[in-house]
């Protein structure tokens, strides 16, 4: 049993993976696509890693503004939920994703990746913070 975190972008998505004790978010890989409403593939990718993986549940960092209004991202980023709640049949959890690219971008810079090469990492990264978020939440729960 393992958790997937998302980060919903224009032409990437962010995956990060938990472990299997459900305590540490790892970066997985970036989907990319063409065209921003071009989604076939990125579901399909999805869909790949759930059952590689053993994914039970997914996260899904929500884009509020930064002064809590919700934005055509917003709009966007529900919609995507729904294809994917009824594409996998797995339920899906929002996170606020705020910062979360700026935070993975600094996480980057402190472990002198390149700024050349960060575009490489930061969505995986920033679904790893969407995700340990997450793990520390429900941590805080139990």
Do not use: C, W
Not at 61 to 68: A, E, F, S
Not at 69 to 93: C, D, H
Not at 96 to 108: F, G, K, M, Q
Request: net charge negative; hydrophobic share 35%.
């Amino acid at each position: 049993m393992r958790y997937m975190g998302l980060d919903f972008g224009d032409k990437t998505v962010g995956v990060a993976i938990s472990d299997e004790s459900l305590l540490i978010a790892q970066p997985y890989e970036t989907i990319t696509r063409e065209r921003t409403n071009k989604l076939r593939h990125t579901f399909q990718r999805i869909e790949e890693i759930i059952i590689a993986e053993g994914i039970t549940d997914i996260v899904l960092g929500y884009p509020k503004n930064m002064n809590n209004t919700e934005g055509e991202r917003v709009r966007l980023t529900e919609e995507f939920k729904e294809n994917l709640e009824r594409r996998t049949g797995i339920s899906v959890t929002f996170i606020d994703e705020r910062l979360s690219t700026v935070s993975a971008d600094r996480v980057l810079s402190d472990m002198d990746v390149a700024k050349k090469d960060r575009k490489t990492y930061v969505d995986k990264v920033a679904a790893a913070i969407i995700l340990q978020t997450y793990l520390d939440m429900q941590g805080n729960k139990g």
